[in-house]
Structure formats: structure tokens, C-alpha cells
């Protein structure tokens, strides 16, 4: 496989053959998701600002950037890459876990440096460098902060994410962080990360409860949709909204000190640019880049907002 | 006469209501007799308003989806048509801000933008069905894809969202109302009882249903089936411009993920209340029933604890297949 490779590369640079510089050039493949919500478009952004920055800084390095709308379509991104681009090293954040496995293994296989961003693939070690985003320590922070807010616990409801694992890890993070503090959940539905979907749960939980204290939104789209039926209904017992992710509007209603939004929690979409800079620089340095880097998930208040707030960011 | 052989339910209505008409109703009140026995709040004037004005969205466009069906098509870009439309609609008030300012002319002009954007993309439905003669379900599969990558185009694959000023302006137009009835309401009231006088006493119900139950006989009976079938598009058009004027003063914004599925919400209902897929038959007040079988159902489940939420998708298909098996056994008994 590898001398295919040499053969692949040797062919690529005679067809360019102009300049012995195209020799030296190396292609990394960046594979994303396409910008369906919110978080994704802001990884988006994100994604092509890096590479827009590291074009400039090492001419030397060239890169393919391909977003899909599902995991099929990722694959075949994936797949034309190798075959027609040659890349070097691939960054990819797996639509889903399961499907995108055997198709990165086989990159891995074939020599080509492997980045995972986010979601990790179901086959450990495949991946050479593997950038993750902290879930369980999303809902832990969440849940701590929560906690740190009501020292006399209280009525908290919870609005979730599309039932996935990601939803799951975060919401165990945040059960554990609070328990023991007196506060309860008394409600759990389902929001899907949907504004729409969270304003009818939430309009629909205040029917149902005279109390809540306080509401864990977990995102910041669903804590707008919370936001607006909590103003609608004009329930004065919510004392505050807790989202998450880090969109751009909450962290300025942060950074302002509107009290319905003390907090946010970072889980953010710049992960991609943390990815594609670490593998750049892995292909362009013998700086070892290989293992596991965390993203931890980061409390923003009023004092801290400022550095995470992205005017020019979709999200 | 081909507007005779669409109204055989009716005709056997005089001794006793057939399943067909009392199968939708008997579900509905069911369902309100449960969510009143599980919740004391169920039956509180706040949550009946919250209930109705969210049903008012998918509602007004399923009064349109009953014509269109009855014509014998169908149309599935509606969800993706009302998000692209509510982007378009703040991205031109947003537009207009500096030089219109906060005031009356600046919501007029979105709302004149949504209805004509609406009667636009129903005409082109329309066009595309009817003139080019290509299956509707391609056509508005195709249409569906189209407006669901404009918008999620037009945001930059974030959100849109109306200026906070202007928003904090035309949100009234959700949440206030006349006497306590939210605007929604009383708009979905009105569309539904136009709906009804058309479908029911006006001409233009007896072609839509001539048309959908055999075209060659509608046209030989002097319907001309194209104009009929495009005004189905171009009146369904208008109306996801006048849900789109309901929906943008809610939360103010529109992303791509607005109005994902509300083209089946809209089909269910118009299938639960009794009108007929295939064409040929169509109630408007069944529809109304069909949508808020839909909506108590999610709202029953919020209010209560009994099923695990992840169940909720289960609970719904459950009781449309339930609602039109109903139906099904009164039409092959009579």
C-alpha cells in the first residue's frame, strides 16, 4: 500500500511537476459534518477560519476541506481524498460513530495520519490523534454550577438533547453533580436541541409545576425557546436559565449580566481549529502531537465571558 | 355529475353518524377526558391558549394540504417552504430597519414579503405539477430540498434572528390576542371557517373533489382540472405565508432546522380528520380536529409522567393508524 502511495505521489508531482516546492507540499483532509444547526455551523466557521490562517503560515501545507449532510456522503468525501487528493493526514469528525469506522480505518491503514475531532470512532486506537470534547464533564460542570447557585436545593426541570449518547453522558454528568444538593429534577423531557421543541416542553412544564426554581436547558438554542416561554408566561419563581455550548447571544447576555443568564458552558464548536492547528503542526514539525487531547468544558461568567465571545462566529 | 360521486358519506349522515365522521371526534374527546383526568391544569385557560396557538402554525397549513389532497396531490416542501420564507422575511425586515425604523410599515412589509414569497413557491409547485405534468411527489420532494438548503444557506448554516427591538415589537402578533384569545387562534379560526364555506358550499370545493376523485370525468364535466389543481398549490402557498407570519414573532428566528416534519404533521392531520389520500373527498373541519389530536397528544405526554418521553413518536403513530383503521372499518361495513 505504501508504495502505491509513492507511485500516487510520484505521478501527482510530475503532473504538476512545475516547481520542486510541489514535492514538499503536503495535503491534509479536513471532513466535517455540514452546517445543519447551530453548534455545526459555528464548527464550520470555525474550520475554514483555521484554515485560512494556516494556509499563511505554512506554505508548505495545502488543505481539502469537504462537509457532508449525512455519514454516507461523509464516506465518499473520505474516500475521494485519498483517491484523487493524496492527502497526507485526514481530520475528520465522524457524522456517526459506527458507520465511519471501517472507512477511517482503511485511511489509517493505508499510512495516512489520522485526526479525530469530537466523536470518537467505536474501534479504539485507530485514530493517531483523537481531540475530544468533554461530555460527561459538560453535565458536570453544569451540574456543579447549578448546585454551587441554590445551596438551599429547589425544583429544577431539565430539558435534553436528541436522544443520543452524547445527551446521555451529559445528563449523568450533571444527575451526579447534583446529588446530595437538595435540588430535585422534577421534570426531564426531550427539546432536541430545538428551539421550537424546547419553548413547547418548557410552556407545557410550567402548566404542569407552580414551583420551578431554576431550568438546566443544556443548550443554548433550547435556553432560548425556555427564555421565551418563561416570558410569555411571565413566571416570576424562575430565578434563572442554564444552557450550554456557547452560543454567541448567550455569552454577551452573560458578558451583560442579564440575570436570567448568569452562566453558559463552553463545549466549543473551535474544537475543529484546535484539530486541523495540532495536525498541521505534527505534519509540518517533529513536535509529537499523537494521544488524546481534551476539551474541557469551561463555566463562563460575567467575569470570563469576554474571552469567549466570537461577534464574527455563525453561533 | 362527477361532484355527486364525492359525497356519498355525506348522504348517510342524515340517520346516524357514521365511524368515519365520529371516529375523529370520539378520539379527540377521549383524549381531552385523559388529559383532564391526569392533570388539573390540563383544562386551565393558559394551557388551552398554548395548546391552540401552537397548533395554529401546522394548522392554517393543513386547512391548505385538505384542498390540495382532495385534488388528488400533495405537497411535502411545505415545512422546508415556512422556514425558508421565515428567513426570508427576517432577513428583509432586518434589511429595512435603518431606513423604515421600529414601526407598523416594517411588519407590514414582512408580511407582505411572507405572502407573496408563499404564493410564489405554490405557484411554482403549481407549475412544475400541473403545466409540466411531473408526479407532485417528486416535484415537491425536490422543492422540500431545495428551500431546506436556502435557509440553512441564507443563515450561514446558523440562525437567523429578527433585530431584538423589532422583535420585542412584533411579538404581540403571537402572544396577545382579543379578549384573552391569542392572534394565532383567531387567525386559525378564520382560515378554517373560510376553508370550510369553500370546501363545503363554494364551487371551487366541488372541483378540488371532482378532480381528485377522477380527472377525466371532472374534465369532461367542464372542470378544468390544471386551474383547479394549481389554485390547490397557490392558496396552500399563501396559507405557509400566513403561518410563517404567526411563527416569526415567537421566538424571532428561523435556522435550518424550523419547520423540519411539519409537512407530515400536516398530512396526518389531513389524513386523521377523514380526507382521503388518494383524492376525491375532503373535510376542513376533520383536518382541524386531526391537528389538535396531534398537539394534545405531545402535550398530554409533557404534562404527565406515565411514558418514558423517548415513546412519545410511538404513542403518536400508534393512535393515527388507530384513528384511520376507524375510519377504514365504517366505510367497509356501510
Redesign the interface.
Known sequence: MSYLRTILAGTAAAVIGTAALAQDTKVIGVSIPAATHGWAGGMNFHAQEAIDRLEEVYPDLDFVLATASDAGKQVNDIEDMVATRNISALVVLPFESDPLTPPVQSVADSGVWVTVVDRGLSVPGIEDLYVAGDNAGFGKVSGEYMASQMPDGGKIVVLRGIPTTIDNERVEGFQSAIEGSGIEIVGMEHGNWNRDDSFNVMQDFLSKYDQIDAVWASDDDMAVGVLAAIEAADRQDVKFVLGGAGMKEMVKRVMDGDAMIPADVTYPPSMIATAIELTAVGMTSTAPVSGTFTIGSVLVTKDNAEQFYYPDSPF | MATETANPPRARRSAIPSMSVLGPILALVILIVIGAAL?G??L?A??IN?VLS?SAFIGIIAVGMTFVITAGGLDLSVGSMAAFIAGLMILVMNAALPSLGVGVPIILLGMLVALIAGIVAGMLNGFLITTLGIEAFIVTLGTMGIYRSLV?WL?????L?LDFDLRTFYRPVY?DGVLGIAWPIIVFAVVVILGEVLMSKARFGRHCAATGSNEHVAHYSNVNVNRTRMLTYIMLGLLVGVATIMYVP??G?A????G?LWELEAIAAVIIGGTVLKGGFGRVWGTVIGVLILSLI??IL??T?LVS??L?GAIQGVIIVLAVILQREAKAKG
Open positions: 392533570n391544569n390540563f386551565s393558559g394551557n398554548n401552537r440553512t443563515a450561514n448554516g446558523g440562525t434572528s402572544f415567537r421566538l428566528s435556522s435550518a432546522s424550523t423540519v405531545d402535550n409533557n404534562l409522567d418521553p423517548y412519545n
